[in-house]
């Protein structure tokens, strides 16, 4: 019986990974978004990239869900340096808990390499943020690699 269940895992796995090619899986292997929170590591388990009304939206978070990090920016952007504010075109938003939610009000986004055509972006960023009563919150060594769809 656990020979069988084995089996049927791997042949699975294998089907899977034939159909998605290896570009896909590639994407899903190197999808991160990771930055120091306050002087302590917060990194990304689970990660998406959209493209939607010329924005790319990059979303990550702990397993759990508890922790999140969203990055906003136009679907143009090329490589650069970009002011980040609490309105803007460069938004980026950590979220501590579903209740205490931090906009960046000031740092930068470097975006590094976008390529359009394997919608694959990646970039460092830091910041300040301010959540609605005003606490901040102090956002360094921030970096990230995303394949959007």
Same mark, same amino acid.
Do not use: W
């Given at each position: 019986?656990? =020979?069988?269940?084995?089996? +049927? &895992?791997?042949?699975?796995?294998?089907?899977?990974? @034939?159909?998605? !090619?290896?570009? /896909?899986?590639?994407?899903?292997?190197?999808?991160?978004?990771?930055? =120091?929170?306050?002087?302590? +590591? &917060?990194?990304?388990?689970?990660?998406?990239?959209? @493209?939607?009304? !010329?924005?790319? /939206?990059?979303?990550?978070?702990?397993?759990?869900?508890?922790?999140?990090?969203?990055?906003?920016?136009?679907?143009?952007?090329?490589?650069?340096?970009?002011?980040?504010?609490?309105?803007?075109?460069?938004?980026?938003?950590?979220?501590?808990?579903?209740?205490?939610?931090?906009?960046?009000?000031?740092?930068?986004?470097?975006?590094?390499?976008?390529?359009?055509?394997?919608?694959?972006?990646?970039?460092?960023?830091?910041?300040?943020?301010?959540?609605?009563?005003?606490?901040?919150?102090?956002?360094?060594?921030?970096?990230?690699?995303?394949?959007?769809?």
């Amino acid at each position: 019986m656990k =020979t069988s269940r084995i089996f +049927l &895992f791997l042949a699975l796995s294998s089907i899977v990974i @034939s159909q998605s !090619g290896c570009k /896909t899986m590639e994407r899903v292997l190197y999808n991160h978004i990771r930055a =120091t929170v306050n002087s302590k +590591l &917060f990194s990304t388990q689970v990660i998406s990239g959209t @493209s939607v009304a !010329g924005r790319i /939206t990059i979303a990550g978070s702990t397993t759990t869900g508890s922790q999140a990090m969203t990055i906003i920016v136009p679907a143009t952007i090329k490589a650069g340096t970009y002011k980040l504010t609490s309105t803007g075109s460069y938004l980026i938003e950590y979220k501590a808990t579903s209740n205490d939610v931090y906009a960046a009000s000031s740092g930068e986004l470097i975006i590094t390499s976008h390529d359009t055509n394997l919608k694959k972006i990646s970039g460092t960023f830091h910041f300040k943020g301010l959540n609605l009563k005003s606490v901040a919150v102090d956002v360094t060594a921030g970096n990230f690699t995303v394949s959007y769809f």
